[in-house]
């Protein structure tokens, strides 16, 4: 396309024909200025501040709705083109409260500083101004809705990027105003939830920023601080497999609010709820505040020596009694690379390759054949342009919000047809072209069965491991392989979520997959946990040390650790009651060993029964290192706050345990050191198609009631656990018995009552839900919560009404 | 149909061929809708509507619907009912909604009513618009409850002026020019209400 000048502010710029005039000076640096324009929403163009002046037009025209043509000629700060700016200005503060003392915006409002350049200095509007009354939206969003400047940013926000149709304009003229649906649903402790509902979207947070004014802000922060008292810190999210960048914000050395860092590679202009609000834990009164160690007596706090000397010896005891390897150590996959290093490292020198961060994996089958680390061979700005894609076990929007806002993109944008072989029927915010729901024990079948119909297809010859697993292939799964293979689609992929990745058979339906990504020329994405690839890369597993250095006998991996219990283990920043998908078992083995050191962010209640020692360390926020996304990205983080009370950033209780427990190799004077022992570079991702079909499928008794199991989005990890205002989300539900109506009505039991379930010895009371998005014979019942966790993993219950 | 475009256009005048339809109200003996061709002078459409009610003189009269400028009645008395006709006398045939006033009404209480219809018929879509018809609608509300000032006068312009060609649709114009037409040909009327012009002896 042949580029074409124009001429602004005399100024001569190049541009592409059709190219909106305010993207133009804005590349060349020129400002005009704007509150409804965002460059990725579409243009309402209904401020009318950027008018400017164009030649020949009759009139000024908005700059973010007029397209340039060649010879163009404009003119930003002609008497015309400012007096239709400070007209507009002029409008929008005479009803605006102008309240900026008490404005949460203040200091980081675009009318505020706009006012300054447009505005007049006193205001010729005698008339009352107008009031608007303010709405519980819910606990993440505050509101003050006078303030609003109806320039719809947040409206087109959560229709066009989160695909919700949550906020909407209502009313005309002076008496418009933005609302939340009426039929929309209401947090559970929403305040006045009669009158509106909340806006329930995982990415909602972003109309905070959206929002010129101060009309949205957020909620959990509201009067904590004024923007220019803060400090930025640059952090990543360690939440999900994006990494998404933010700035936590301080005031005086305390965490108060997070905001976006953009960063086009990976999270663009936005952040997920999770990103953004996680960080509200960190002055949760539930914090870990000194070093603990429980005695005949019981608890007591204690100084760090103390606590480190016992753990030592502890773990030393157990050492020279029972033998390294019965010792493990498990880690959570949200922590940095630095402290899983270092805790592989310190477990392996003790002499146990005992070590692992995948507590709700079930199948270690393929371990040894896997890649560096399970990740995506799409980079995530691609995501956008995928045309033809297969979730597999995954419910994107909720599990990598920020790759769900992408892939509805390539859905809308792109007309990419997507389908779904899921064991649970997800709402997703894309439309799907195909949605196959079947229960667990038929997942590796229906994938091998779209195997079968590819190779139908495209005549290419079926492996014989895949055939053996196929059965007749039905319409849903021929209609899947007809998609994927349809048109001259060029940007295909195979997207392997958490419920694949921690499926009974997940090595089957990893092979699986690579295959038809071959025959079909698609990606494989595995999107596993957090830094989960981090941890891969730091050695925090049984089969490799960092860098996936060969390890001489394979330890134990994470199921196997706490299936039967070891002598001693060393938990780092988990609770593997609530973060284990096996938790009833994790319990007993926890409570049967000898002797536990927890490293940990919060008091745990599960810990108080099985725990020796506590090392309180750093939250997530006041730890500075290194995550790594599902696409290899090396990102830094830096601590924005000094940790709490007595807690130590996890490197040095590690290193001083390392001390302690006199192993070689732990002199680090600072992160650096660290960092040096274990050289990052951006790590490339390996075929993953080196698994093969385990030939031993997993027996399931198909007249059998089974607990299907997920955690929800924050219930993930302690970090999310403890951040308050997430908990009061409409993603956060209360644990509970779901049945679909048919099995429902087959086991003779009513939604709404209480049930008994009873999982071997294991006995449980929850209330029943009616739950049509799953497959007969599933009972779900997530997993994070204390009142499930006793139960264990997938396995036959039982359920009795009463 | 049967006698062609050719022969419908030559009932009116160049550049305004064929009939229009009128509908005449407001201060006339008969109102209602006159399908005339196009270009009759505004007399005889008058006298077809019965002339002015109650033997009354002519004031002013809004000839294309409320958004167009109003025209004083000498100016009105000598034009014709097309779009060149109307468009000379500084006004436009616009919807063809001919408002016709008597010599005792209130300009300043028309404008009111006029300036509130567009406050309230405004989407609220873009902002000189959504805020400025409020505003115009407020001020000529005080002026004509008397506690109008002098500034207020230069003010309502203004905001007219800022309306003017900076919407997105044509509502914004159609509010701001009876504003400005109103000021310019009645603005004494706007004065005699504002207290600080007009001392108690
Ligand atoms: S939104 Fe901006 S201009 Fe309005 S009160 Fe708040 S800081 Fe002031
Ligand atoms: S609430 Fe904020 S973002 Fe939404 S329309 Fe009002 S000013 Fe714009
Ligand atoms: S930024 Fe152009 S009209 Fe709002």
């Known amino acids: 396309m ?319 009694r029972d033998g390294a390897t019965k010792m493990g150590a498990l880690a959570n996959p949200s922590r940095t690379v630095e402290e899983l290093f270092l805790l592989q490292k310190l477990m392996r020198v003790l002499g146990s390759d005992n070590v692992d961060h995948r507590l709700r994996q079930d199948d270690f089958r393929d371990d040894l054949l896997a890649p560096l680390y399970p990740g995506s061979e799409l980079e995530i700005i ?225 810990a108080m029964n099985y725990a020796d020692v506590l090392l309180p360390i750093a939250h997530y926020t006041e730890n500075s290192g290194t995550y790594i996304n599902c696409e290899g990205r090396v990102q830094a983080s830096r601590a924005a706050a000094d940790p709490f009370g007595e807690a130590r950033p996890g490197w040095k209780v590690l290193r001083v345990l390392g001390n302690y427990l006199e192993l070689e190799g732990f002199d680090y004077i600072d992160l650096a050191d660290v960092q040096d022992d274990y050289v990052l570079g951006d790590e490339q991702i390996v075929s993953q198609s080196g698994a093969s079909v385990n030939d031993s499928p997993v027996k399931i008794d198909s007249k059998a009631i089974y607990r299907y199991v997920e955690t929800p989005m924050y219930r993930l990890d302690a970090s999310l656990r403890h951040a308050a205002a997430l908990q009061q989300t409409m993603d956060t539900p209360t644990p509970a018995v779901g049945l679909n109506e048919k099995t429902l009505v087959g086991l003779g039991l009513a939604a709404g009552a209480e049930v008994s379930v009873r999982q071997g010895e294991i006995e449980l009371k929850l209330l029943l839900e009616l739950d049509n998005r799953l497959p007969d014979n599933q009972a779900f019942i997530p997993a994070g919560y204390a009142e499930t966790s006793s139960l264990s993993g997938y396995e036959p219950i039982t359920l009795e009404a009463g | 149909m049967r006698r062609g475009g050719e022969w419908f256009r030559d009932l009116g005048v160049k550049n305004s061929g064929g009939t229009k339809l009128f509908s005449v109200s407001g201060h006339v003996e008969k109102p209602g809708n006159f399908e005339v061709p196009m270009g009759m002078p505004f007399k005889e459409l008058l006298e077809m509507a019965g002339g002015v009610w109650k033997g009354r003189k002519l004031k002013a009269v809004i000839p294309g619907g409320s958004s167009v400028p109003v025209v004083p009645a000498e100016t009105m008395l000598e034009a014709n009912m097309d779009y060149d006709g109307l468009s000379e006398i500084g006004s436009a045939i616009g919807a063809g909604s001919v408002i016709v006033m008597d010599e005792t009404t209130c300009m300043v209480s028309v404008l009111e009513r006029l300036t509130y219809f567009y406050h309230e018929e405004s989407c609220g879509q873009c902002t000189p618009c959504r805020e400025g018809t409020g505003w115009l609608y407020r001020i000529v509300k005080r002026i004509n409850n008397g506690t109008g000032t002098l500034e207020d006068l230069d003010t309502l312009l203004d905001v007219a002026n800022r309306i003017e060609g900076h919407t997105i649709c044509a509502l914004g114009d159609a509010a701001a020019w009876p504003v400005q037409s109103f000021l310019k040909h009645y603005r004494h009327e706007f004065e005699a209400k504002i207290p600080a012009l007009n001392p108690p002896d």
Not at chain 1, 397 to 413: H, I, M
Request: charged share 20%; proline share 4%.
């Open chain 1, 2 to 320: 042949s580029t074409i000048n124009i001429e602004v502010d005399g100024q001569t710029l190049e541009a592409n024909p059709g190219q909106m005039l305010i993207e133009v000076t804005d590349q060349a640096g020129i400002h005009i200025p704007r509150f409804c324009y965002h460059p990725k929403l579409s243009i309402a163009a209904n401020c009318r501040m950027c008018l400017v002046d164009v030649e020949k037009a009759p009139k000024p025209l908005p700059a973010c709705a007029t397209p340039v043509n060649d010879g163009m000629v404009v003119r930003t700060q002609s008497e015309r083109a400012r007096s239709a700016q400070n007209g507009t200005m002029e409008f929008l503060l005479i009803n605006h409260p102008l309240d900026c003392p008490i404005c949460d915006q203040g200091g980081e409002c675009p009318l505020q500083d706009q006012s300054i350049e447009y505005g007049a200095n006193a205001s010729r509007y005698h008339e009352n101004k107008r009031q608007v009354k303010n709405d519980d939206i819910g606990p993440l969003i505050a509101t003050w809705m006078t303030r609003c400047i109806q320039c719809t940013r947040c409206v087109r926000f959560s229709e066009e990027i989160a695909g919700v149709m949550e906020l909407g304009m209502v009313g005309r003229g002076e008496h418009s105003m933005i609302k939340t649906h009426p039929d929309g649903e209401a947090t559970p402790d929403q305040v006045g939830a009669a009158l509106c509902s909340s806006v329930n979207s995982e990415v909602s947070g972003n109309v905070i920023e959206l929002c010129p004014v101060g009309a949205l802000t957020a909620r959990p922060s509201k009067y904590a601080a004024r923007v220019w008292e803060m400090q930025n810190h640059a952090q990543i999210s360690p939440h999900d497999c994006v990494g998404a960048n933010l700035n936590v914000q301080t005031l005086r050395g305390e965490i108060i609010r997070a905001m976006v860092r953009e960063n086009h590679q990976v999270n663009g202009y936005w952040l997920a709820d999770r990103d953004r609000y996680g960080y509200e834990s960190v002055y949760a009164d539930t914090r870990l505040k000194r070093p603990m160690i429980k005695d005949q007596s019981g608890w007591r706090e204690v100084g760090w020596e103390t606590a480190l000397r016992h753990a030592a010896a502890g773990l030393n005891t157990v050492k020279q």
């Open chain 1, 382 to 606: 691609q995501f956008e342009s995928l045309d033809r894609v297969l979730l597999l076990g995954s419910n994107i929007r909720k599990e990598q919000p920020l790759l769900g806002v992408a892939l509805r993109q390539a859905a809308v944008n792109n007309a990419a047809s997507i389908s779904a072989i899921n064991m649970l029927d997800y709402d997703f915010h894309f439309p799907l072209a195909n949605t196959h729901i079947v229960s667990p024990g038929d997942m590796v079948t229906s994938l091998a069965n779209v195997a079968v119909a590819v190779s139908g297809i495209t005549g290419v010859s079926l492996d014989a491991d895949i055939q053996k697993r196929a059965t007749d292939t039905n319409a849903q799964e021929q209609a899947i392989a007809a998609s994927l293979l349809s048109g001259d689609a060029k940007n295909k992929a195979i997207i392997m979520g958490a419920s694949a990745l921690n499926h009974f058979e997940a090595s089957a339906l990893s092979a699986i997959s690579a295959w038809i990504c071959e025959q079909i020329g698609a990606k494989l994405v595995k999107l596993p946990e957090a830094n989960s690839a981090g941890a891969w890369l730091a050695g925090c597993v049984p089969h490799r040390a960092e860098h996936g250095k060969e390890v001489a006998k394979t330890g134990l991996n994470a199921k196997a650790m706490l299936a039967k219990p070891l002598s001693a283990y060393l938990l780092y920043d988990l609770e593997p009651g609530l973060d284990a998908s096996r938790s009833g078992e994790a319990l007993s083995s926890l409570e049967t060993a000898d002797f536990v050191v927890q490293c940990a962010a919060f008091v745990s209640d599960e």
